[in-house]
C-alpha cells in the first residue's frame, strides 16, 4: 500500500526543504534530520503505530461519529480547541488526521482542486511543524464547523435543547458563513416551542416562537404567527386567571406594536379588556352613589389600569378625586395610642403627628439641639436659661387653652402624686406664673439647655372641650383599615385630601404591588431593598426621613446570666454587626448615615452633624469576635456555678433568650440573624415578634431589639434609663451619670455629660448598641405638597394635594 507524500516545511531561517516520505509506515528509512535534530524515538512509535492501523482497517465510508472516536475525540467537540480533519485516500489507508484549522479562502473547501497542487496543514500532534499534502492523497477534508453543526443536529435530535443552542451560538457568532446554519436554527426553534407548549411551558413557547419569527420572518409566516396568537391567547387566560392585568396589558399591547392586525387573539384581548374596564366602572359609580368613595376610588384606578385610553375614564376619576379626595397610607405596625415623643414606637409617633397636639413639638435639629416649636403661640428662652415666657394666640377659639389651664397642665407633671407626674420635668420645674389670659411664666430650679424638650405631651380635655389643633381625627376602625377624616376649622381645599386611611399589611409585597397598581398612595416605612428598587419607577417617589433610628438590644431578662455584664458583652461580641447591617439590613448599599454605633445615641451623617453632640468618637466599637465570646460565656457559666455552690443551690443554666422584635421586616430579619450568630457560640434562642413595645413588667421576653428615636439626647438620655423607661437601669454610673446630665447648665455641660453616658454604657452594657440606620417612605407622584426629609410622615400633612391627570 503507498503512502501519501507529507513534506515538511523548514521554518523561514532555512532554505532547504526535504520530503519525508511514507509519512505512515514508520520505517527509518523515512527519516530526515530536521533542523539538525533526529526526530525522536517517539514519533517513530507513532508512525509505526499509524502504519499498522492502515493495513488492519478497510477503507470503508465513515460518519463524522466514527470519525471523531477514530481521532481520540470524546465527548462535546466545543471542549477541544478547534480543528480540522484530513481523510486520505482509501489508496493510502483512508485514515483521518487531525490537523490545526485549514487556512482555506472563506473556510471552503475547493470543489476541484488540482492534483498536484498541496495543501499546507499542521499535524495536532506536532503543533510547530507546517507540512505539505498534494489534493491528490486527500479523500476528504472536514472543517471544525461541520463538526459542530453535526453535533448540533443530533443534540436537536435528541431535543437536548441547551446543549444544541450552545452550539448553535457558537456557529452564529464564529461562522455565520457556514451552511445550513440558518436552517438548522429554524428547526431548533419550531421543534423547541413545540415542545415546550407540549410541556405546558406558555412563556417559554411564546419567547421560542417570537425569535423565530425575528430572526426567520420568511419561514412559515402564517404558521408561526398563528402559533404565536394561540400561546399568547393561554398566557393572557392565565394572567387574567392570576388577576395579573397590568402584566397581562402590556403583554398585548407589545404584542400589537410588533404584529400590527396580525394576531386575531390581539382584538379579542382588547375587547375583553375594554368590557373588564367598564363592569370596573360601573362597580365605582354605584359605590360613588352609595357614599363609599374609597371603594369607588379603588374600583376607578382598577378600570384605569385595565383600560387607560377608555373614554371618559380620566375624566371620571379626575371627578371622583375632587369630589373626594382620599389618601391611602400602607403601615406595617399598628398603633394603639398617638404619642408624638414617643421614644421607641414607632406607629404611635406616626399616629400622633397625625391626630395629636403636643405643647411643643420638634420640628428638626439645631445648630445647639432640637428645633421646637409652641403649637398654642409663641415661646421666648431666656439668656440665662432659668426662664420660659409662653405666649397664646386666639385664646378665645376652641380649641387654644387659656393661660391658666395651661398652667395647671404644668403643675400636674411637676406633683409626684399625680397620675400625669414627669420626673424629668419635675427635676427642673419650679413655679408658673399666669400674667393675663394670654401669657404665663414658666420659672426653672436651674438653667436647662433645652426645658420645651420636656413638655411634648399633649394637653388634657376641659370636660369636652379638647385642645387638638390637628386637622384629621379618627372616623372608624374595621379590619386592617383605619379611616381618618378632616376636621379642619374650613372646608378642605380642592384635591386636599378629606380622608386619610391607614391600611395595615402583613406582606410588605403586597402593599408595594398596591402601591405600584395605584390602590395605595404611601407607604410609610420600606426595608431599604425595597426603596431601592422602587425608586426605579417613574410614578413612584422615594424619600428619606431627615433622621436616624438608633437599633440596640436591651437585656430585660431576670436570670442571674442577664444581670451578669460578662455574659452581655459576650452576647454582643458574637454578633456580626457589620455583616447583618450591610447584608441582611442594607443589602451591600449603605448611605452615610447607616453605620455601626459603639453607644445609645446617633452618630448623625459625620462628626459635624449636629445630631451628633452626644456620640462620643473615642468609644471603640464593639468587634466581631466570636472566640473571645465564647470563652466569656464559659468564664460566666463558671462565676454562676461558683456562686451557687456558695449558695448551696444548683448551678444555673444557660437560658434559652427569648428575642423579642418589633413586627417590621429590617427588624426580623436582624433578629434571625442575632439568633443564629448566639446559637454559634453555644447559646440557643427563639424569636417573639410584638406589635407593641412590652411594658417593663412583660416577662415573655428576655432581650428586647429596640429601634429608637433619640434625636434629643440631652432629654431623651433619661426617658431611655430612667424610672419608667424602656431601658431603665438600676446602674449606680449610670444613674450618677444622668444626674449629672440632668444638671448641664450649658451646651459644653451637655455634651461632656453625654459623652461620658456614652462611654459608661459602653463599659457597662445596659443594653448592647447595633448600628443607626435611616428610614425611607414611599410615595405616587400624584401627592403633591409632601415635605422634603420630613421627621414623620405626616409633617406638614396640611399641603398634601393630590394632583389630577
Known amino acids: 500500500m503507498n503512502m501519501p507524500n507529507l513534506t515538511l516545511m523548514e521554518s523561514p531561517s532555512h532554505s532547504l526543504s526535504k520530503p519525508l516520505q511514507g509519512f505512515f509506515n ?8 530536521i533542523h539538525g535534530i533526529l526526530i525522536e524515538r517517539s514519533w517513530l512509535l507513532i508512525s509505526g503505530m499509524l502504519a499498522l492501523m492502515a493495513l488492519s482497517n478497510p477503507c470503508v465510508a465513515q460518519s463524522l461519529d466514527q470519525v471523531l472516536e477514530e481521532i481520540g475525540v470524546t465527548g462535546s467537540v466545543l471542549d477541544a480547541p478547534p480543528f480540522d480533519v484530513i481523510v486520505v485516500t482509501a489508496e493510502h489507508g483512508g485514515k483521518s488526521v487531525q490537523v490545526n484549522l485549514l487556512d482555506l479562502p472563506d473556510r471552503k473547501v475547493p470543489s476541484s482542486p488540482k492534483p498536484a497542487e498541496k495543501l499546507r496543514c499542521v499535524l495536532n500532534l506536532f503543533p510547530g511543524r507546517l507540512y505539505e499534502i498534494q489534493w491528490k492523497d486527500i479523500s476528504k477534508i ?75 420572518p420568511n419561514f412559515r409566516t402564517e404558521d408561526v404567527q398563528t402559533a404565536i396568537s394561540s400561546v399568547a391567547a393561554k398566557l393572557i387566560d392565565d394572567l387574567f386567571a392570576r388577576n395579573e392585568l397590568g402584566v397581562a396589558r402590556s403583554m398585548i399591547l407589545r404584542l400589537d406594536k410588533e404584529y400590527p392586525g396580525k394576531l386575531p387573539m390581539v382584538a379579542k384581548a382588547k375587547s375583553r379588556f375594554q368590557e373588564l374596564a367598564e363592569t370596573y366602572r360601573k362597580s365605582a359609580t354605584e359605590f360613588r352613589q352609595a357614599g363609599d368613595y374609597g371603594r369607588a376610588r379603588q374600583a376607578a384606578v382598577r378600570m384605569l389600569e385595565i383600560e387607560p385610553e ?28 398617638p404619642d408624638t415623643a414617643a421614644l421607641a414606637d414607632w406607629p404611635a409617633f406616626r399616629l400622633g403627628q397625625l391626630t395629636s397636639t403636643p405643647v411643643f413639638s420638634f420640628r428638626n435639629t439645631g445648630p445647639e439641639g432640637g428645633i421646637y416649636q409652641f403649637s398654642y403661640g409663641n415661646a421666648v428662652h431666656s439668656d440665662d436659661r432659668m426662664q420660659l415666657d409662653l405666649t397664646l394666640q386666639n385664646v378665645d377659639s376652641s380649641t387654644v387653652p387659656d393661660s391658666l389651664f395651661l398652667s ?9 402624686g399625680h397620675p400625669l407626674y414627669v420626673p424629668g420635668w419635675a427635676s427642673i420645674f419650679e413655679s408658673v406664673s399666669v400674667l393675663g389670659p394670654e401669657r404665663l411664666r414658666i420659672r426653672l430650679r436651674q438653667p436647662h439647655v433645652l426645658p420645651q424638650a420636656m413638655m411634648q405631651w399633649q394637653l388634657p380635655k376641659q370636660g369636652e372641650q379638647s385642645f387638638v389643633r390637628t386637622i384629621y381625627q379618627l372616623k372608624s376602625e374595621e379590619d386592617n383599615r383605619k379611616r381618618f377624616e378632616w376636621i379642619g376649622e374650613s372646608d378642605a381645599a380642592d384635591f386636599q385630601p378629606r380622608e386619610i386611611q391607614e391600611v395595615y399589611y402583613e406582606d410588605p409585597n403586597q402593599a408595594i404591588n398596591d402601591l405600584l397598581k395605584g390602590e395605595l398612595e404611601f407607604i410609610d416605612r420600606l426595608f431599604p431593598a425595597d426603596a431601592r428598587r422602587l425608586g426605579g419607577y417613574r410614578y413612584i417617589k422615594t424619600e428619606p426621613y431627615a433622621l436616624p433610628m438608633v437599633h440596640m438590644l436591651v437585656p ?56 451628633a453632640y452626644a456620640y462620643n468618637l473615642s468609644v471603640e466599637e464593639p468587634p466581631y469576635d466570636p472566640r473571645t465570646a465564647t470563652v466569656l460565656v464559659m468564664l460566666s457559666q463558671a462565676n454562676q456555678t461558683s456562686r451557687a455552690a456558695k449558695r448551696k443551690e444548683p448551678a444555673p443554666k444557660l437560658p434559652v433568650i427569648r ?77 450618677q451619670a444622668l444626674g449629672k446630665l440632668n444638671a448641664a447648665r450649658n451646651w459644653r455641660e451637655v455634651r461632656e455629660g453625654c459623652q461620658d453616658l456614652h462611654a459608661l454604657v459602653a463599659a457597662h452594657l445596659p443594653v448592647l448598641p447595633l448600628w443607626q440606620v435611616s428610614e425611607t417612605f414611599a410615595y405616587r407622584t400624584e401627592i403633591q405638597g409632601v415635605a422634603k426629609r420630613p421627621i414623620g410622615l405626616y409633617q406638614d400633612v396640611q399641603k398634601w394635594r393630590i394632583q389630577v391627570r
Open 408 to 416: 395647671q397642665a404644668l403643675l400636674q407633671r411637676a406633683n409626684i
Open 142 to 216: 472536514i472543517l471544525w464547523e461541520e463538526l459542530v453543526l453535526d453535533r448540533a443536529k443530533k443534540l436537536l435530535a435528541n431535543k437536548d435543547y441547551a446543549e444544541a443552542f450552545e452550539h448553535l451560538v457558537y456557529l452564529r457568532d464564529n461562522y455565520p458563513q457556514s451552511s445550513n446554519v440558518q436552517t438548522l436554527h429554524q428547526e431548533f426553534l419550531f421543534s423547541s416551542a413545540r415542545d415546550m407548549a407540549s410541556s405546558g411551558d406558555l412563556p417559554h413557547t411564546l419567547a421560542a416562537l417570537e425569535e423565530l419569527q425575528r430572526r426567520f
Open 659 to 735: 428575642l423579642g422584635v418589633p413586627n417590621f421586616e429590617a427588624a426580623r430579619v436582624a433578629g434571625q440573624a442575632i439568633l443564629q450568630a448566639w446559637k454559634i457560640i453555644g447559646v440557643d434562642g427563639k424569636l417573639v415578634v410584638y406589635d407593641e413595645l412590652p411594658r417593663l413588667e412583660d416577662d415573655s421576653i428576655d432581650i428586647l431589639y429596640m429601634s429608637a428615636a433619640l434625636w434629643e439626647p440631652v432629654t431623651d438620655a433619661e426617658r431611655l434609663f430612667g424610672v419608667g423607661g424602656p431601658a431603665e437601669t438600676n446602674n449606680q454610673y449610670i444613674v
Open 26 to 33: 514508520g520505517t527509518r528509512s523515512t527519516l530526515r534530520r
Open 310 to 337: 377608555l373614554e371618559g375614564g380620566k375624566e371620571f376619576l379626575n371627578e371622583l378625586i375632587k369630589e373626594f379626595p382620599l389618601v391611602r397610607v400602607g403601615v406595617f405596625q399598628r398603633a394603639s395610642k
Open 556 to 611: 430585660r431578662g431576670k436570670g442571674p446570666f442577664f444581670e451578669d455584664r460578662e455574659f452581655r458583652r459576650a452576647l454582643l461580641y458574637a454578633i456580626n454587626r457589620s455583616a447583618i447591617l450591610s447584608d441582611e439590613i442594607l443589602g451591600g448599599k449603605p448611605s452615610p448615615v447607616d453605620r455601626l454605633i459603639s453607644g445609645p445615641f446617633p452618630a448623625g451623617a459625620s462628626e459635624t452633624d449636629a445630631l
